[in-house]
C-alpha cells in the first residue's frame, strides 16, 4: 500500500488528495480543481515535476537499504506536509471565505518546493544524505 502510493504521489501531482476543496463562492474564474481556482496549480505542477525528477535522480545512485531510508522519509515527509498545511489553512481562519484554502495552496506549492530543493542537495552529497537519513526540514523556509 505504501508503495503505492508513494507511486501515485511522486508520479502525479495529487491536488484531489493533497488539497482538499475548496468551497463554490470563492472568486477564482478557472476549474473547480483546487490551485487550480486559485492560480496556483501551474506552480504546484512546475515544482512537483522538480521534486519527481530530484527523487529519481536521487534514488538511482543508492544502494537498495538506502533507497527503503528514502521511501519511507519521503512518505513521513508527505504526512507532515499534508498536516502543516492544513494547520496553515486553520490558522488563516478563512472558513469558506473568499481566501478559504489560500494559506493551505500556498504552503503546499512552497513546501513541495522545499523539499525538491533538500533532495537536490542530498543528490549532490549522497554520503551526508545517507548520514542524515534523508530527512526534511521542518521549518518553512
Sequence with gaps: MNKQLLMLCLAWPVVALALPNRSDDQACAL???PLTRCGEFAEYVKEDRILNANYKALMKGLGKVDKATLK???LQWLDWRLEKCDDADEQAHCDNGICAGVAHDDCIVSLT??????LKRFANDPAAAVAAKFAFSKELK
Design 31 to 33: 476549474e473547480r480543481t
Design 113 to 118: 518546493r522545499q523539499r525538491a530543493d533538500e
Design 72 to 74: 519511507s522519509a519521503q
